[in-house]
């Protein structure tokens, strides 16, 4: 058979052993996407309104209008979404890691704030919540800078993680590249 170039064997018949605390056998991470904010908007310069991952079947961008619909669902995750999954996880200790869209930070600093405060790892989400599928490799470069330069104003550290959502063929080289 010709080559293959995915793994589908992973670690076969014979997985490591991990020691977890109080001999666990699983481990489970939280994590929690902060992209309010950092979605498509024209009210952010972008050409349309949001259409991905919605509440609304069959969502369609509006081409140079305000999607009041769109806008009031990603609102309520700042306004009121966060604030319960921030009393819940805090209130119960748990760690929490939060993939945010660096332009979301920069408009929600209380909410960042309170990130910090809980001791919530902040790892990097992109710049905006868009589709980079067919970014050129350079527009997409730039702005991974610019999501860290953002993401260090918003926080005061460069992120610690790294994960693109709508990734192109470029950016797992280009996350490389930079690398942290």
Known sequence: MPYYPRNMLGYGQHPPKPCWPNDAYVAVQFVLN????????????????????????????????????????????????????HRLLTEKEIPVTI???????????????????AGWEIASHGYKWIEHKDMSEETERTQI???IRLHTLATGQRPTGW??????????????EEGG
């Open 99 to 117: 993939y945010a869209i660096a332009t979301a930070l920069m408009r929600s600093p209380t909410q960042v704030k309170a990130m910090q405060d």
């Open 34 to 85: 902060y992209e309010e904010g950092g979605e498509n908007n024209i009210l952010h310069g972008d050409a349309a309104s949001e259409a991905f991952l919605s509440e609304i079947v069959g969502a369609a961008q509006w081409p140079g209008l305000r999607h009041w619909n769109m806008e009031s669902i990603y609102e309520y995750g700042a306004r009121a979404g966060f604030w319960r999954l």
């Open 163 to 176: 994960y693109t959502g709508r990734c192109s063929v470029n950016t797992v080289h280009l996350a490389s």
């Open 145 to 147: 800078d610019e999501a």
